[in-house]
Each structure stands twice: as structure tokens, then as C-alpha cells.
């Protein structure tokens, strides 16, 4: 971790990142590669925009579990905005979603959408379209698209990579330590030090979920 960034860290991340390197010491020469993640995050999210994630197989459990992580309360509380609590209370249902409804940040796994998959394998001969067809319908200008692939060569997520370029977005890969075809292609890259899909995969979960830890942080501060 350079200088620079360590000062514009706040001591929550600060802490996060030290309990990060103490059970992942193997993972810190990457460090700054998942910092500058972390801050293409924050900038998403500081801007109102929204993150979508693919991936295959064990990769798009990964993705669903990212957004999971993310929409909900992680390591701290998110409390739906007062105002907005006090609203709820004068409607329908209101009391019971004031109290248990939280804040979160919008993430969207990519491949969810069966009918749509199965439309375009029984229309379109192209394979690999379902992530970029999907993508090309809802992704935004300054939104990010996080490609998960252990190889780094997935088509389909490669594919969802050229338009989330198109539409002017942030493209982030997270892959094994060759990197493949995302590296070469992502804005950011983070690349595990493993190439073995299971090794892989145990690294991009402690990961992600440091990730998701510093975009909560950023946010939400534990009351001391």
C-alpha cells in the first residue's frame, strides 16, 4: 500500500486492511490492485450508479454472492434513512418495514434472467451472448461491470466486457495470476497469486469480501 493511498484511508478501512493482510499474508503484494478496486467502487456508488457482476460457475456463485453482500447489512448496520423511516410509518405495512428494511448499494449479478437465456440460445446461434445482450439493455455510462473468471478467459464475460466498454463503464477483472484475456482487457485487474480454479476461487472470496467490507465501511461507521 503506497503512501499516498494509506492517507486518504480513514482508520476503519485502515483496520479492515490490517485484519485483511494478517490472515492473507500471501495476498499482500496485490494489495494496491484491490485498493484501486475499492476506490472505482466507491466512486460507482458515490456517483448514484450501479455495479453488475458475471461470472461462471463457481465464478457466478461468487457474483450472486458479491450483490448479496452488498444489498443487505454485511459487518455493520445500515439503517434505512430516517426520513424515509418515518414515511414508512404512515403507510401500509409501514411500522414493520421501518424497523427491519436497510440501506445498501445497488449490484446486479448478470444471468439471472432464464427466459431471456433461453431465448437467445434457442434464436441466436451466437454463443456466450446472454451477460453482453443483458448488459447492453440495462448498463449506463459510469456504471462498473466486475468480470469474474479464474482462467481470465471467459468469452462470455469477455463479451459482456466489450460492451460494458461501448457504454462507457468501468470494467474490473478479477481473475488467477495470469490474468488471460480479462487482464488485457479490464481497466483494473486484481490476480490472485494461484492458477488451480479451486485456489483461485478461496482468494477471490476473502477478496470480495474485504471489498464489500471497505464499501460498507465507507458508509456506515460503527458507533463507538
Not at 500500500?1 to 485484519?19: A, F, G, R, V, Y
Not at 485483511?20 to 456508488?45: G, K, T
Not at 495470476?177 to 488485457?184: C, D, P
Request: with cysteine; net charge neutral.
Amino acid at each position: 500500500m503506497n503512501l499516498k493511498t494509506n492517507q486518504l484511508l480513514d482508520n476503519d478501512i485502515k483496520e479492515l486492511i490490517t485484519e485483511f493482510n494478517d490472515r492473507n499474508p500471501s495476498l499482500i503484494p496485490i494489495l494496491d490492485d484491490i485498493l484501486a478496486v475499492y476506490q472505482a467502487l466507491v466512486h460507482c456508488y458515490e456517483a448514484d450508479r450501479v455495479l453488475y457482476i458475471c461470472g461462471n460457475g463457481g465464478s457466478y456463485a461468487d457474483s450472486i454472492h458479491i450483490a448479496g453482500e452488498l444489498m443487505k447489512s454485511f459487518a455493520r448496520k445500515r439503517p434505512v434513512p430516517e426520513i424515509e423511516q418515518q414515511i414508512l410509518k404512515k403507510m401500509p405495512l409501514g411500522e414493520e418495514l421501518s424497523r427491519s428494511l436497510e440501506a445498501g448499494f445497488r449490484a446486479i449479478p448478470l444471468g439471472l434472467n432464464i427466459s431471456l437465456t433461453s431465448a437467445l440460445e434457442n434464436d441466436i446461434s451466437q454463443r456466450y451472448l446472454t451477460f453482453a445482450q443483458e448488459l447492453y439493455i440495462l448498463g449506463r455510462k459510469g456504471d462498473v461491470l466486475m468480470g469474474i473468471s479464474t482462467s481470465g478467459n471467459a468469452k462470455n464475460v469477455a463479451m459482456a466486457m466489450t460492451v460494458a466498454k461501448l457504454k462507457e463503464m468501468t470494467t474490473i477483472g478479477l481473475t488467477g495470476m495470469n490474468g488471460g484475456t480479462l487482464a488485457k482487457m479490464a481497466d483494473l485487474t486484481i490476480k490472485v497469486p494461484a492458477s488451480q480454479t479451486p485456489f483461485v476461487q478461496e482468494f477471490h472470496l476473502a477478496i470480495y469480501h474485504l471489498l464489500c467490507a471497505m464499501v460498507e465501511a465507507n458508509w456506515y461507521k460503527i458507533k463507538k
